[in-house]
């Protein structure tokens, strides 16, 4: 993309204007948005071209989520859960670490991937975790409460962590990508946030949710990090933060 390119037009943008505080009103998620930036192809922007994608790097997601957030707040924080995973496994892939390319090719086939990390009772997020993962033949069985999935109504991927305690060496923490077809969980619809219900951050509680080997991207010790354990901070805060400082901007008439 040139320095003058966007992935969403002005007009489009507009209308997400329009929508958003109907969204807010009514508590309700923003599936027009949502439909309307599928099309665009703005979940599949910061994909690799070699993969598909637009190859969009994490300055110019930002760039993208700043015109989206000036508009429709709520959209751009619920969107960026999705596109956090997709930025920094593409990081990992250009970097030369394939082992979560599928995950890529997921996202260009329509699969739409959220995060399930917010837990009480844990105050340090994605390097310890108050969920259980049990080991079984195939895969893991999770269980726990997680608070804030955002994108509740569409993910069909849940990202999530879990401790698993009786790993050899001592607890490692699995982090792993729950399909949306599999049981064992229940979505508990808790969300009611001013300017944010658009987002549907519905709670998620697991009770031995079955996630087979081939969604599982890092197995680590509890409290250590990785490369993809430090891109789970970096692509969502720093998109968090351009967000926001746009608000800021709105509030201060810019």
Not at 147 to 152: T, V
Not at 194 to 203: E, H, I, N
Not at 227 to 245: D, H, R, S, T
Request: proline share 4%; hydrophobic share 45%.
């Amino acid at each position: 993309m040139s320095a003058h390119e966007h992935v969403l037009p002005d007009a489009m943008l507009r209308t997400f204007a329009e929508r958003c505080g109907q969204y807010d009103r009514e508590n309700r998620f923003f599936h027009e948005d949502f439909e309307d930036l599928q099309r665009a192809g703005y979940l599949t922007m910061a994909v690799p071209r070699e993969l598909g994608g637009r190859g969009l790097n994490l300055a110019q997601v930002a760039r993208e989520q700043r015109r989206l957030a000036y508009h429709a707040p709520a959209t751009a924080l619920g969107i960026n859960m999705h596109i956090y995973w997709v930025g920094l496994v593409a990081d990992l892939w250009r970097n030369g670490d394939h082992s979560a390319e599928w995950l890529l090719k997921e996202v260009m086939a329509g699969e739409v991937f959220n995060a399930g990390h917010a837990e009480r009772g844990n105050d340090i997020p994605v390097l310890l975790s108050t969920s259980t993962a049990e080991r079984v033949d195939g895969g893991f069985r999770i269980s726990g409460h997680k608070m804030f999935g955002s994108l509740a109504p569409v993910w069909t991927r849940y990202g999530l962590h879990a401790t698993w305690a009786d790993a050899e060496g001592g607890p490692k923490i699995v982090h792993a990508f729950l399909p949306r077809s599999h049981d064992g969980y229940r979505i508990v619809e808790t969300w009611d946030t001013l300017g944010m219900r658009a987002t549907r951050s519905d709670d998620v509680v697991l009770d031995g949710a079955f996630v087979p080997d081939q969604y599982i991207a890092r197995i680590v010790p509890a409290g250590e990090v990785d490369p993809f354990v430090l891109g789970v901070f970096a692509w969502p805060l720093i998109g968090f933060a351009n967000i926001y400082y746009v608000l800021w901007r709105r509030q201060a008439g810019n």
